[in-house]
T-cell receptor
Framework: SQTIHQWPATLVQPVGSPLSLECTVEGTSNPNLYWYRQAAGRGLQLLFYSVGIGQISSEVPQNLSASRPQDRQFILSSKKLLLSDSGFYLC?????????????FGNGTRLTVT | DAKTTQPPSMDCAEGRAANLPCNHSTISGNEYVYWYRQIHSQGPQYIIHGLKNNETNEMASLIITEDRKSSTLILPHATLRDTAVYYCIVRVSRDDKIIFGKGTRLHILP
């Protein structure tokens, strides 16, 4: 069966520090991968999605970036965090070009920038 | 922008059926309707999806109107654990981008 791993579960980082959040998927190949962010009390905002290695689509201009160095690995990064980067970050996957397949979410990383 | 419209909040008595509506009047072609829910501080959970026919699984039923412009998610016997934000999403064919709207906050009342 397929599983998605996301870590760390919680993170407290000072303003201006770098960020690296990692997400890996097991049990499937060539998945679509997604990063979402949820600010406190707000909805889910799509940040990045990827349909293959090295293929990243960015939805919201910001100081975050994403990379997909391996088929089932998706990394969210920042060189310098802002206070506004605080939030709940969720990684998700779905079958490649699987319009008839659901998104599967990880447990999320709660980031607090201080 | 999300292609769906949902009421911001709803109440339902425990033990009763919860009927959550969703309008997707611009739906077209082979676009699927998906429902997810998010319990506080957790990642969204897939509930059900459908294309044209009504669907049922162990969690819920999905009723899609004949013109496919709206749908209703039915939780047959709501419990307090069903309190969550429910998202209705149209999965656009040939587009891998998946956008969530604001959803419906469902309160189950004891």
């Amino acid at each position: 069966s397929q599983t998605i791993h996301q870590w760390p579960a919680t993170l407290v980082q000072p303003v201006g520090s770098p960020l690296s959040l990692e997400c890996t998927v097991e049990g499937t190949s060539n998945p679509n991968l997604y990063w979402y962010r949820q600010a406190a009390g707000r909805g889910l905002q799509l940040l990045f999605y990827s349909v293959g290695i090295g293929q990243i689509s960015s939805e919201v201009p910001q100081n975050l970036s994403a990379s997909r160095p391996q088929d089932r690995q998706f990394i969210l990064s920042s060189k310098k965090l802002l206070l506004s980067d605080s939030g709940f970050y969720l990684c998700a996957w779905s079958t490649h070009r699987g319009y008839n397949s659901p998104l599967h979410f990880g447990n999320g990383t709660r980031l607090t920038v201080t | 922008d999300a292609k769906t419209t949902q009421p911001p909040s709803m109440d339902c008595a425990e033990g009763r059926a919860a009927n959550l509506p969703c309008n997707h009047s611009t739906i077209s072609g082979n676009e699927y309707v998906y429902w997810y829910r998010q319990i506080h501080s957790q990642g969204p959970q897939y509930i059900i999806h459908g294309l044209k026919n009504n669907e049922t699984n162990e969690m819920a039923s999905l009723i899609i109107t004949e013109d496919r412009k709206s749908s209703t998610l039915i939780l047959p016997h709501a419990t307090l654990r069903d309190t969550a934000v429910y998202y209705c999403i149209v999965r656009v064919s040939r587009d891998d981008k998946i956008i969530f709207g604001k959803g419906t906050r469902l309160h189950i009342l004891p």
